[in-house]
């Protein structure tokens, strides 16, 4: 019965901690396809002519961190309007195409960050022809400070949650300890050395922790599988339009040693109280 305890209170733990790391993961996901998905949009003046963008668009290309530059007409961003809108009803009374031509420049994988954003949009507002430059930077910095938040609660309440299986653990090993003092007597009195006596509840440790690792898997395993489909619009608003998806086999690997090492850590703080 105590060691089943310690199993679950591992099992918990990990539980929790799994969860966590879940969110995390889906976070990060979302942030990587953004990164991959940023593009900066610059806005360009009504007067130029084809031949000038094509030139604007040159320049703009051999900007330190730019991957690559498309030419957004006026024509297409109106038809892009229409697609985004439903309709062109709300055009209607409005004569003529009012949204400008645009650039759309993607970036390259070391410039998506907040000084590479920086240094592109100091080097294209001084060009003539761009009206003004956009991009969502602001965005995924606040994502990603939210993430950050969430990576940081986890690893506190991974902490806490740790320490008090440790416990939890070690006082199972040592009422196994108590329960056997008979035998680990005899044994050392023949002759049994150290490492002979206590490498069984080392092992016993181990056990419990990559049981309560397996069994933690399994759990967030069917929690996924049930509450993913009702908290739909939840995860819409937190990931947007990414899938969520569950850990690989590294990760669950991870989480089931977490619980063998949780595991022998409590046995060896249990052993080295009885020694003492």
Known sequence: MTAWVSVLTISVALFLVGAFYLVVINMDGLLEEF???????????????VQEMAGLAETVQSIEGVASVSVVGKEEALERFKEMTGGASLLVGIQGNP??????????????????ISILETATQGLPGIDEVRHGQEWIDGYARVASLVRVSGYVVGLVLSLATLLIVANTIQLGLYARRDELEILQLVGASRTFVRTPFLL???????????LASGLLWISFMIFTPSLEYGLAFLLGQAEPRFFGLAQISRLVMGGAVLGLVGS????????S
């Open 99 to 116: 949204l400008p031509a645009s650039f759309e420049m993607t970036l390259r994988p070391e410039s998506r960050s907040a000084a590479g």
């Open 268 to 275: 060896v703080a249990a052993l080295m109280d009885r020694r």
């Open 35 to 49: 990164g991959q998905d940023l593009t900066v949009t610059a806005y360009l003046e009504d007067h130029l002519t």
């Open 204 to 214: 016993e440790g181990t056990l419990q922790g990559m049981l309560g690792g397996l």
